[in-house]
């Protein structure tokens, strides 16, 4: 079997309405569709984190792979990733990212060449329910959809989420710059979700450490299961753990430092940010040794979603809920797409390789709109047009 073609569209999928984070209101995703094709007809889809990374695909990756063997995974690699150590050196990492895109979509062809769902390529299922958390943030209202910006109307949309879809796991974004509104808002779901329901924060590095401890003190009686990247550094990390006995998470992928420093406690990665699956599940085995958690993104198509549901079925280390935006998606780029969770859990595909096909209608629609529109901005600040915040917001 040869790669014979790599074919590249651009998609954006917005969201219901735009929710704020630290850089600004997100209004949606502008990602790289991969499919990669063989000469003996079978079709592997991958995804890339952020639409640049397409580019990188098809001047740099898409030429060094034609007439490769799918199936072999090293060779495919040793044509297009220079060493880590070096990229690492000279901040020429995108070609990993990239390739991590296109690899999905070799573990795509594997699966179908064996007649098998990938969960079983990896060695076989220790879970097929697989959880998810809601979400909840600030968001500005848009055609119906959003308007959550108070305290009381996130409290509202996280009820309606349980009341709907059974929800008890509900990770957010209380990002405003503005600690009281954080610790009240907080205060007030726990109050309405009760005790049983997990509690998670992301705050993307809004605090400064002064304002972590404070923060996160007065928030700690309300059993928060999770706080992601309440600060911007490790060592920063590290020195709030002496303060608070909140696990810590991030999305910045260095385990030697987060053992060494002690802190953060869990990681959330996209699978082609690590390089690709294969880099993936060796990351895993390492938190494994070293006690550090690992779970997945948000915001990802359902093609890295369904990645993500494989991995997590056939890795019984993954217990913790991976953070889902299914609610906010308008649309996707696979058949039947997005996924949504009921109870907390979406059922792990049972088609050979990753499971999902693409919508040709839904590529048409998306793959327009990037034509149109240009890529999504998500660092826009209304307040600040044409300029970037800077951290930390407080």
Known sequence: MKITNIRVTHVNVPLDAPFWWTAGLYGGASKSIIEVETDQGVVGLGEAPWWHFGEVIKAEIAPALIGADPLDIAD?????????????????????????????????????VFGMPLYKVLGGAVRKDIPFSEYFSFRAAQNGAGGEMTPEAIVDYCLKMREEHGSTIFEGKLIMGDPQLEIRTVRMLREALGEKAQIKLDSNMQWSLTTARWVLREIEPFNIR???????????????????????????????????????????????????????????????????????????????????????AATQWIT??????????????????????????????????????LDPAAMKRWSQHFAEHGPMHHFSDPAMPGRYRRLPLN
């Open 226 to 312: 999770n706080y992601e990247d309440p600060v911007a550094t490790f060592e920063e990390m590290a020195a709030l753990r002496q303060h608070s006995r909140i696990p810590f998470s991030t999305h910045t992928p260095d385990l030697r430092r987060a053992v060494a420093l002690g802190a953060p406690d869990y990681f959330v990665c996209n699978f082609a940010a690590l390089g690709g699956l294969s880099k993936t599940l060796k990351f895993i085995a390492a938190c494994e040794a070293m006690g550090k958690g690992f779970w997945c993104y948000s915001n990802d198509l359902g093609i890295m979603t369904s990645a993500y549901l494989h991995v997590v």
């Open 76 to 112: 495919c690699e040793a044509r297009c990733v220079p060493p880590w150590q070096i990229t690492a050196n000279t901040g020429e990492n995108a070609a990993s990212v990239a390739f991590g895109a296109v690899e999905l979509a070799l573990w795509d062809i594997r699966g179908k």
């Open 320 to 357: 913790e809920a991976s953070q889902s935006l299914f609610a906010w998606q308008i649309g996707d780029v696979i058949k039947d797409g997005p996924f949504r969770q009921t109870g907390n859990t979406v059922r792990v595909p049972e088609g050979h390789g990753l499971g999902v096909e």
